[in-house]
């Protein structure tokens, strides 16, 4: 059974950065892509960045330039990097796995509980 667990979120000023970790199990990790979400309260939740099997990135216009998504293979890892935060970022950010096609269109039967990030003003 596939297992992705997030972490690293907080509380954060607006200017500063975090670093969320999604630790996966269960799944042959380096044949996936993985993709960061994130729905802030009221709102559906959206796509924020993406990374295929072969390392090929993709980034929503609202965090390019700002956020990095990464992956450890060997620590069946994604990263997702968020600097230069804005109010507008706060939200909760998931992480889910599958092809980099999937990844992309953000449908999936489930999530996990996913990490806070609260940006201030």
């Known amino acids: 059974q596939v297992q992705l667990v997030e972490s690293g979120g907080g509380l954060v000023q607006a200017g500063g950065s975090l670093r969320l970790s999604c630790a996966a199990s269960?799944?042959?990790?380096?044949?996936?892509?993985f993709g960061w979400y994130r729905q802030a309260p009221g709102k559906h939740r959206e796509s924020v960045a993406a990374?295929?099997?072969?390392?090929?990135?993709y980034y929503a216009d609202a965090v390019e330039g700002r956020f990095t998504i990464s992956r450890d293979n060997a620590k069946n890892t994604v990263f997702l990097q968020m600097n230069s935060l804005k109010p507008e970022d706060t939200a909760v950010y998931y992480c889910?796995?599958?092809?980099?096609?999937?990844?992309?269109?953000?449908?999936?039967?489930?999530w996990g509980q996913g990490t806070q990030v609260t940006v201030s003003s």
């Open positions: 889910n796995q599958g092809s980099f096609g999937v990844v992309l269109g953000g449908v999936f039967r489930s």
């Open positions: 269960g799944t042959t990790f380096s044949d996936n892509a």
């Open positions: 990374i295929s099997a072969a390392g090929t990135t």
